[in-house]
């Protein structure tokens, strides 16, 4: 079956340290992939896209994606985090297998230490 | 400000009444959705629509309907037929079928039936 894993469920960074949030997903289509962010008590805010081209994607906010075809990979990387980073983040594909509708991966909630 | 509203934030119910849920758009987007988020789970869709006096079944449509009298307009009623209704109940709108991906979303509703 299709699926969306992120298999952190919390990550905990120091303020100005990196970040790497994990996605892998399962799809026999050239997927789309995206990184949606929730903050608390608020909805969903797409921070970056990929549908083709250059592997590595810049997104809002100072983030970063990369997806890697041969790990089935598209982690979200940021290089210094900030406290207002703190927030839930999502991960999405679609595929010609999802009849391109959004699959959602279960989330990582990112919480900063002072 | 364009965005989309839900209402009301938290809402209360007894098993076996009928709820409806709001959700407003000043985005003039043509395409509305509805997802339903439960704890450790992504995001999944329960109905979705790309134009006025249309819409389809997500992945999860059973015990639910939805309308679209309005463009900017697009209830979600929980009827008593939905085994489990008590959950966070996000709705999103796009530009069209072409920018599907990109979503906005509304702050949500959080239901809990008892």
């Known amino acids: 079956a299709q699926s969306v894993t992120q298999p952190d469920i919390h990550i905990t960074v120091s303020e100005g340290a990196s970040l790497e949030l994990r996605c892998n997903y399962s799809y026999g289509a050239t997927p789309y992939l995206f990184w949606y962010v929730q903050s608390p008590g608020q909805g969903l805010q797409l921070l970056l896209k990929y549908f083709s081209g250059d592997t590595l994607v810049q997104g809002i906010k100072g983030f970063e994606a990369e997806f890697k075809r041969s790990q089935s990979s598209f982690n979200l990387r940021k290089p210094s985090v900030h406290w207002s980073d703190a927030a839930e983040y999502f991960c999405?594909?679609?595929?010609?297998?999802?009849?391109?509708?959004?699959?959602w991966g279960a989330g990582t909630k990112l919480i900063i230490k002072p | 400000d364009g965005g989309i509203t839900q209402s009301p934030k938290y809402l209360f119910r007894k098993e076996g009444q009928n709820v409806t849920l709001s959700c407003e758009q000043n985005l003039n987007h043509d395409a509305m959705y509805w997802y339903r988020q439960d704890p450790g789970q992504g995001l999944r869709l329960i109905y979705y629509?790309?134009?006025?006096?249309?819409?389809q079944k997500g992945d999860i449509a059973e015990g639910y309907s939805v309308s679209r009298e309005k463009k900017e307009s697009f209830p979600l009623t929980v009827t008593s037929a939905q085994k489990n209704p008590t959950a966070f109940y996000l709705c999103?709108?796009?530009?069209?079928?072409?920018?599907?991906?990109?979503?906005?979303f509304g702050p949500g509703t959080r239901l809990t039936v008892t």
């Open positions: 629509s790309q134009i006025v006096n249309d819409f």
């Open positions: 999103a709108s796009s530009i069209g079928e072409g920018a599907r991906y990109e979503q906005y």
């Open positions: 999405a594909v679609a595929s010609m297998d999802s009849n391109y509708q959004l699959i």
